[in-house]
Nanobody, 128 residues
Framework: QVQLVESGGGLVQAGGSLRLSCAAS????????VGWFRQAPGKEREFVSA?????????IYADSVKGRFTISRDNIKNTVNLQMNSLKPEDTGVYYC????????????????????WGQGTRVTVSS
């Protein structure tokens, strides 16, 4: 069993930056696939980014965040971080960390149902 806890959310002005962190306990997840999803008010949960397990560090990004967000692992701290730069109001939402021991493919990494473990989320608000 893996427990995930997100942190780092908050209120920031458009153009600003935030760094989200997903800390895992219960098991080392250095080889798990770890993804970030977000859910804006009144909208469905959407994929943001993932780092693929067993892949040597391959990362995937949604088109909406490419070039602005960077996902990274810290295997010593057992965390996965999401550096978010040049934030826009449309980035507002609750950000969730999720993980699975599977090495997901590019075609499935964005599907929420592929992930076994979820955190409670951290809220990000970007003001215009």
């Amino acid at each position: 069993q893996v427990q995930l806890v997100e942190s780092g959310g908050g209120l920031v002005q458009a153009g600003g930056s935030l760094r989200l962190s997903c800390a895992a306990s219960g098991r080392t997840f250095s080889r798990y696939t770890v993804g970030w999803f977000r859910q804006a008010p009144g909208k469905e949960r959407e994929f943001v980014s993932a780092t693929i397990g067993w892949s040597g560090g391959r990362t995937i990004y949604a088109d909406s965040v490419k070039g602005r967000f960077t996902i990274s692992r810290d295997n010593i701290k057992n965390t996965v971080n999401l550096q978010m730069n040049s934030l826009k109001p449309e980035d507002t939402g609750v950000y969730y960390c999720a993980s699975t021991p599977a090495a997901l493919e590019d075609t499935t990494v964005s599907f929420a149902h592929e992930y076994s473990y979820w955190g409670q989320g951290t809220r990000v608000t970007v003001s215009s």
